[in-house]
């Protein structure tokens, strides 16, 4: 009978195993059709994500409920793996134990509380999913769902019900060491089994054991809870140093064989595993300004389909053209509508929020690119600022002489009349043509020249630094502004940049570096408040009251400055910092980034006046903006509220000259 259990167990072992290997070679195949892309450099630093991320469940836990069920069902199978691995070992081999590394005593402690850990997350699983049911489970495949928790709590009753027999047959040395197990034992005992009765008992729990272990590994190849695998080599594999959207990968524009990708096998294996890692949870959706303000856009349902784009286009292509044959749905039109790449502001909320790392943002961008470049097809007002920038050098349209005008009666050298100044100052182009930004930079420039800064300006020979272009898909464009400005400030021996503009601080920052371009880059509000640190700069006078910040996607979520701006504002007497309710990482995007400043909201409610809305409530009468953008749109959208009095929105910069003993810097330029 021995023998027989031995062949019945090895060879259920092995059939299941060999399906599994089977379906993960295909997978594994799948993912090789992307180009290559090298993400094995830093190992330590990625073995340190794993245990962060992974681990300790960081990101998970920032929904307490579902950090919690996640982090008992996780850590459960890894300690569980003991027990698998002891069910099995007992099947094939007789006698085959654990002992001699704790497996009766603090191994079978541990599989006995995380056996009932594990049952506890899937009961709250269960609520979650049924009863509490959030927004973000409603385009989920719930059939699925409940397969997976099923057969994690078959696994868990398999386990504790085969060694609670084996106590109750006597003689177990774990017993002491299984207080749950022992428990159930003796209920057994009350239904008045004899020891004997036992015996089949253990036999039945343990064939549902392994059997369920058994189908759980067929089943998850072919699941959306695949993830449960890749997630930990997608953690692994994650983009180091610049966030992945905060710096976008260059195109070769010379030898390119396409540009941008419009076929889900033009993405690097890295990419395609991010799709197999989706765990369908909604996080991204939730945090996502362009979905929760009516967009067609879900970043959730970008990965998804393209996921299944992917399995369909090798369901259906040959084997020898699969990276190059035609799809019988194509990735951009059929899977991913051109609607939701549109609608999407690049602010990152969804990739600051996904516990497993996936990059959004980049998809998104690599598919703009081919429609801009290899169909010409973008929104209309997109066009006037792309040729705009390609003509003028700024996405506003304006003569490139305009573009010191700003800087009348102020006393601001060029680099060629002060060729030895500290820093430079990159304007940027709102700064140099924007009203309301133009007083940003005259208040900005008086607080570097009262606390002594040494700074000068490219002047007429600063151009746009291309983000706009770059984040609509005009990499082209992009390159060749960013080419433009690295030669200008080679040609100045610049080493340290100033900008006010976080798109203009990240495109200098992260990505002029890929073209030759590397400096000391730094924002103004970090400047301004090592200055006010240094005793440079004293702020003495009183604003009583009220102040609360609206987090920048472009300092914030993708540079991950936080702290400077808000202690600017501590910095001015009377000051009284209130936060808006989506703050710091979970800020929300004024609606201006992604190219989107140059593009009309036709679908659903405008981002912006959800942001003043979401400010409003906070009652503080000043909200205080780090970049032009955001200072844009949140005017705009105080206008369009017809809230001016109850809101007043400036620029750090301006707030802080005017807590300084001078009068505040008029406005009003011509040109």
Same mark, same amino acid.
């Given at each position: ?136 489970? /409603? ?87 695949? /993830? ?295 924002? /103004? ?147």
């Amino acid at each position: 009978m021995t023998l027989v259990k031995s062949i019945a167990v090895l060879a259920v072992l092995l059939a299941a195993v060999a399906y599994f290997a089977v379906r993960t070679r295909r997978l594994y195949r799948m993912l090789r059709l992307g180009p290559n892309e090298n993400r094995f450099d830093h190992i330590p630093e990625r073995i340190r994500s794993v245990l962060s991320y992974v681990g300790l469940h960081t990101r998970m836990f920032r929904n307490l409920y579902s950090g919690i069920l996640h982090f008992f069902i996780f850590w459960g199978f890894v300690v569980l793996l003991t027990a698998i691995i002891q069910a099995f070992g007992e099947g094939v081999v007789p006698g085959f134990s654990l002992a001699p590394i704790g497996g009766t005593t603090w191994i079978a402690f541990l599989q006995d509380l995380f056996g009932i850990l594990v049952l506890v997350g899937v009961l709250m699983a269960l609520v979650n999913r049924l009863v509490i049911r959030p927004r973000q489970f /409603h385009e989920s495949n719930e059939t699925d769902a409940l397969i997976i928790l099923g057969l994690i709590a078959t696994i868990m009753i398999g386990m504790l019900g085969q060694n609670a027999a084996r106590i109750a047959e006597g003689g177990d040395p774990s017993a002491s060491w299984r207080p749950l197990s022992s428990a159930l034992a003796r209920l057994f005992e009350g239904f008045g089994w004899e020891r004997s009765a036992a015996i089949p008992a253990h036999e039945v729990f343990y064939w549902i054991h392994i059997l369920a272990v058994l189908a759980f590994l067929v089943y998850i190849p072919s699941s959306k809870h695949l /993830h449960i695998i890749v997630a930990i080599p997608n953690v692994f594999f994650r983009k180091l140093g610049p966030k992945a959207g905060a710096m976008l990968a260059p195109i070769d524009l010379e030898h390119a064989e396409h540009y941008g990708v419009s076929q889900v096998t033009q993405w690097s294996w890295k990419n395609l595993l991010d799709l197999y890692s989706c765990t369908e949870c909604g996080r991204c959706q939730e945090q996502c300004p362009a979905f929760l303000t009516g967009k067609p856009l879900n970043p959730k349902m970008i990965i998804v389909d393209a996921r299944e784009n992917l399995y369909k286009t090798i369901r259906d292509a040959p084997a020898e053209q699969r990276r190059d044959a035609p799809q019988s749905q194509k990735l951009i039109g059929d899977a991913i509508k051109e609607d939701e790449l549109w609608a999407c502001v690049a602010c990152g909320a969804c990739q600051q929020e996904c516990p497993v790392l996936i990059e959004h943002v980049p998809k998104i961008v690599d598919m703009r690119r081919s429609l801009v470049l290899e169909e010409s097809r973008f929104p209309k007002e997109a066009q006037g600022a792309l040729r705009s920038i390609e003509t003028q050098g700024n996405p506003y349209g304006l003569p490139r002489a305009q573009r010191t005008d700003w800087t009348q009666g102020l006393g601001v050298k060029t680099v060629e009349e002060k060729p030895d100044a500290e820093y430079l100052y990159f304007v940027g182009c709102a700064a140099s043509y924007d009203e309301a930004s133009r007083d940003v930079a005259r208040s900005l420039v008086k607080l570097l020249q009262k606390a002594g800064v040494d700074f000068a300006i490219l002047g007429p020979r600063e151009t746009c630094n291309g983000d706009p272009a770059r984040r609509i898909g005009n990499e082209y464009l992009y390159q060749t502004q960013a080419q433009q400005n690295i030669e200008a400030m080679a040609a100045a021996r610049v080493k340290k940049v100033i900008a006010s503009c976080p798109h203009c601080f990240n495109t200098i920052k992260n990505e002029f570096p890929q073209f030759g371009g590397t400096y000391e880059v730094i924002h /103004h509000t970090q400047l301004l408040a090592r200055l006010i640190k240094d005793g440079r700069l004293k702020p003495n006078k009183a604003v009583d009251g009220k102040f609360t910040y609206h987090d920048s996607c472009y300092l914030g979520r993708w540079n991950d400055i936080y702290d400077p701006p808000r202690e600017v504002i501590e910095a001015i007497p009377g000051a009284k910092l209130v936060e808006i309710e989506r703050h710091h990482k979970r800020g929300f995007c004024c609606g201006a980034g992604g190219g989107r400043m140059w593009m009309e909201e036709k679908i659903g409610k405008r981002i912006n006046h959800e942001r003043v809305e979401q400010t409003l409530r906070t009652e503080a009468p000043r909200v205080a903006t780090a970049c032009p953008f955001c200072l844009t749109m949140f005017r705009d959208g105080i206008a369009a509220k017809g809230a001016e009095a109850r809101l007043q929105v400036k620029d750090l910069a301006q707030y802080l000259a005017e807590s300084i003993d001078e009068a505040p810097v008029s406005t009003t330029i011509s040109g």
